[in-house]
């Protein structure tokens, strides 16, 4: 799990896409599609956008800095996972 926050001035998520974009695994270069899938909490509030492929997954927190779990502590223990 590669994860970021939006709202993160030292360690923008961009800078993580690029990453993942540079890494081959699965014999594919970074993600086929780009991450754009919303996701939401146990409670309905939005919660970001994620993306799953070959065992990978990203997820972009909303209302997040670097320190994820200290922001959205409620988002983190729900992170979608692949099935």
Do not use: C, M
């Not at 540079?22 to 270069?29: A, E, K, P, S």
């Not at 993600?31 to 409670?43: A, G």
């Not at 670097?66 to 099935?83: N, T, W």
């Amino acid at each position: 799990i590669y994860y970021s926050g939006n709202d993160d001035a030292q360690v923008q998520h961009r800078g993580t896409e690029v990453v993942i974009q540079n890494f081959t695994f699965g014999g594919i270069q970074g993600f086929t599609r780009k991450p754009s899938t919303p996701w939401f909490d146990d409670d309905g509030n939005f919660a970001g956008i994620v993306h799953q492929e070959r065992n990978w997954t990203y997820a972009l927190f909303d209302h997040a800095g670097h320190a994820v779990p200290e922001y959205v502590p409620q988002a983190v223990r729900q992170i979608p996972r692949q099935q």
